[in-house]
């Protein structure tokens, strides 16, 4: 069953620490992205990934750092820096290996700092 | 990539078609229209996208005027399940980013 999972689901940390959100994908996909979506509104793009080992900031880039060690898996860490981290956050993918290929999401994570 | 307007909220009643419109008047020739759903803590899913022509898949149709400036998503058979937010979304195939509006909030009543 192919898709795009994130876990955990629902996500609680302290002010000040780090916590890195999950985002695998058996689709064979090329390109992967995180977007950060707050309450009521449209979502806003983190980072994306075309292409293993390579990666770009989005719109909203500071205060968080991915990595892409393989085609599957895109982490997202939310560092300390960021001011505002409580968010739903959702990964995507599409593919082949075109960037405009049309994207699928995943289910999210909801992240509430305290 | 080209503005998008959307209704705010729309209802609709069970087993009729839903006409969800979105207004594009400044597109251009390369940009495509996206559709995409979100129903409430969930990840947005893709519904259907079109350059010019029509469009229709298992989920709905994609009626694009010959203009462009316009486009309506039609489900053609209302369920309670397809109560969500509709996400309207015009962009350049070459673009990674998606531009998510506020989107229509779209009421499907028994």
């Known amino acids: 069953d192919g898709g795009i999972t994130q876990s955990p689901k629902y996500l609680f940390r302290k002010e000040g620490q780090n916590v890195t959100l999950s985002c695998e994908q058996n689709?064979?996909?090329?390109?992967m992205y995180w977007y950060r979506q707050d309450p009521g509104q449209g979502l806003r793009l983190i980072y994306y990934?075309?292409?293993?080992?390579?990666?770009q900031k989005g719109d909203i880039a500071e205060g968080y750092s991915v990595s892409r060690e393989k085609k599957e898996s895109f982490p997202l860490t939310v560092t300390s820096a960021q001011k505002n981290p409580t968010a739903f956050y959702l990964c995507?993918?599409?593919?082949?290996?075109?960037?405009?290929?049309?994207?699928?999401f995943g289910p999210g994570t909801r992240l509430t700092v305290l | 990539d080209a503005k998008t307007t959307q209704p705010t909220s729309m209802d609709c009643a069970e087993g009729r078609a839903a006409n969800l419109p979105c207004n594009h008047s400044?597109?251009?020739?390369?940009?495509?229209v996206y559709w995409y759903r979100q129903i409430h803590s969930q990840g947005p899913q893709y519904i259907i996208h079109?350059?010019?022509n029509n469009e229709t898949n298992e989920m709905a149709s994609l009626i694009i005027t010959e203009d462009r400036k316009s486009s309506t998503l039609i489900l053609p058979h209302a369920t309670l399940r397809d109560t969500a937010v509709y996400y309207c979304?015009?962009?350049?195939?070459?673009?990674?980013?998606?531009?998510f509006g506020q989107g229509t909030e779209l009421s499907v009543k028994p």
């Open positions: 995507a993918s599409s593919g082949p290996r075109t960037i405009g290929a049309t994207q699928y």
């Open positions: 689709l064979n996909h090329d390109a």
């Open positions: 990934s075309q292409i293993v080992n390579d990666f």
């Open positions: 400044t597109i251009s020739g390369n940009e495509y």
């Open positions: 079109g350059l010019k």
């Open positions: 979304i015009v962009r350049v195939a070459s673009r990674g980013k998606l531009i």
